[in-house]
């Protein structure tokens, strides 16, 4: 059964912010980690557990996969994946907690 994927406004907003950035040194490069990204959660609907568990917050419902310099944390529920943010791996999660609400 393939899950429903749902994107938050957040992770909307973090995808269109990474594509700026990246895009200053490369529009090519920007388009392939956007590509990625957008690939990667379109997998989860087959596979909703293929990321693991966020390890700061030890919750089942709350995974993350590696995507280049990225963590694309998401919500597993019953039938949906909600895409709640895409943070670089060098920010502090900690503080991105309360921007995201994953608490």
């Given at each position: 059964?393939a899950?429903?994927?749902?994107?938050?406004?957040?992770a909307?907003?973090?995808?269109?912010?990474?594509?700026?950035?990246?895009?200053?040194?490369s529009?090519?490069?920007?388009?392939?980690v956007?590509?990625?990204?957008?690939e990667?959660?379109?997998?989860?609907?087959?596979?909703?557990?293929?990321?693991?568990?966020?390890?700061?917050?030890?919750?089942?419902?709350?995974r993350?996969?590696?995507?280049?310099s990225?963590?694309?944390?998401?919500q597993?529920?019953?039938?949906?994946?909600?895409?709640?943010?895409i943070?670089?791996?060098?920010r502090?999660?900690?503080?991105?907690?309360?921007?995201?609400?994953?608490?």
């Open positions: 059964m899950f429903r994927l749902k994107w938050s406004p957040e909307v907003e973090d995808i269109e912010s990474i594509a700026r950035y990246i895009e200053k040194d529009a090519f490069y920007a388009k392939a956007v590509r990625k990204i957008v990667t959660a379109e997998r989860l609907r087959e596979f909703p557990e293929m990321g693991r568990i966020v390890p700061e917050l030890g919750r089942k419902d709350i993350e996969i590696i995507i280049y990225y963590r694309m944390v998401y597993l529920t019953e039938k949906q994946i909600l895409v709640v943010a943070i670089h791996a060098k502090s999660f900690e503080n991105a907690m309360e921007y995201y609400d994953l608490q």
